[in-house]
């Protein structure tokens, strides 16, 4: 009998420009200009994403509006529709659901798949991969990147390695010639400041890591040094996680550069906030703690959380204890790479109290 431990396979799908592509498939007169999904130029409102016209001007998603509009001057820019993002994606993740139950979702655009073992019994994870690209152009009119690996660091390496509308298989055997030659900024979860700190340590490429020792690595970065001695040895055996039931609302993203200011972070909660009660809203739920998530780029994490005396009402309230919260983090003094809020400590299911309900309903501007 063989008991050799079954290879895994992991599918890692990321949309491309998703919120870009969404408006430009429902507007095709913005195909072919530079487009950026954000606030107004001459607010203080950040990008949430940039077609690829707008990014070969150098902007991208974080990046102030005001700044993407110095750097492209005719750039369109369009206020997010979340609800309808909401939307596209749940049609994309029924997708997902047709061929594993083993789906872990990042974002609206990104999510990890197990195929090891899939409804499809289908023993070739490159054709299922061709085949959901396929299923979900079909479904959405949009096109998705996908990388295909035993694990999952590499997979999501690998889905960015040929965007947009990309495939890339990394077999087991290729896995240590496929990293080796990437600069350790590739590597997820390491940002610009980590990045200083390894070119420091003359440690440039994953395989100027390979050579460094568990002990110089946990010397020099802590815990997150046995983060980086497994995965310069392609080591990651973190398994997809699927989505369980919800204990918390939240909005969350990782930029593609540091924000240092406080400004574009604000701006980016009061969009968080903005979009957390619109899902609360609709699931019709009440909820009285804002937990705010921040990781600074040298991929600290700390959370801050506040319980409120009454339900929240509004995105305003959200994003004023949002704010109140920021201050007890060093945002501003050290570069942010994600960000984001949760809501959580819900109304009880059933709850009658209809004088409480009330202001969840009513009509709220603001927000995003």
């Known amino acids: 009998m063989d008991e050799r431990p079954v290879q895994r396979k992991i599918i890692h799908v990321d949309m491309d420009m998703f919120y870009a592509a969404v408006e430009m498939r429902d507007h095709p007169e913005l195909r072919g200009r530079p487009l950026v999904v954000g606030g107004r130029p001459d607010s203080r409102s950040v990008a949430t994403t940039a077609n690829y016209e707008a990014r070969k001007f150098g902007i991208h998603s974080g990046m102030s509006c005001a700044a993407a509009k110095r750097l492209c001057p005719r750039c369109l820019f369009i206020p997010p529709d979340f609800k309808k993002y909401r939307s596209v994606s749940e049609q994309i993740q029924r997708i997902f659901h047709e061929y594993t139950d083993l789906v872990e979702s990042v974002s609206l655009d990104e999510a990890y798949l197990d195929v090891t073992r899939n409804k499809k019994e289908e023993p070739s994870a490159t054709r299922l991969a061709r085949e959901i690209k396929r299923r979900i152009f079909a479904a959405t009119g949009l096109t998705a990147s996908a ?5 999952m660091f590499v997979a999501k390496i690998a889905s960015d390695a040929r965007k ?5 298989v990394v077999r087991p055997e290729q896995v240590m010639a496929f990293i080796r030659p990437l600069p350790v900024i590739k590597i997820p979860g390491i940002g610009r400041v980590t990045d200083a700190q390894l070119a420091a340590l003359k440690i440039r490429t994953v395989v100027d890591l390979e050579k460094s020792s568990l002990p110089f690595l946990e010397e020099h970065f802590g815990k997150f040094g046995r983060y980086l001695y497994d995965i310069a040895r392609g080591i990651d055996e973190r398994p997809v996680t699927p989505w369980r039931e919800r204990q918390s609302y939240g909005a969350e993203e990782t930029f593609d550069r540091d924000i240092k200011e406080k400004g574009p972070l604000l701006e980016f909660l009061r969009e968080c906030a903005g979009r957390v009660f619109t899902e609360l809203k609709e699931e019709g739920k ?3 703690t804002v937990t705010l998530k921040i990781k600074y780029a040298d991929f600290q994490l700390v ?6 005396e ?9 994003f004023r204890t949002a704010r109140e919260l920021l201050e007890r983090t060093e945002a501003g003094s050290r570069p942010v790479r994600l960000a984001g809020i949760s809501l959580a400590n819900f109304d009880p ?3 009658k109290n209809e004088d409480a309900q009330v202001p969840l309903f009513k009509d709220v501007t603001g927000g995003t």
Do not use: K, N, Y
């Not at 947009?164 to 890339?168: E, K, Q, R, V």
């Not at 959370?303 to 409120?308: F, G, H, V």
């Open 310 to 318: 009454g339900f929240l009402s509004s995105p305003e309230e959200i």
């Open 303 to 308: 959370t801050r959380r506040q319980t409120c």
């Open 147 to 151: 990388g295909v690996a035993s694990t």
């Open 286 to 288: 009440l909820a009285r």
């Open 164 to 168: 947009p509308d990309g495939l890339c």
């Open 349 to 351: 299911p059933g709850r």
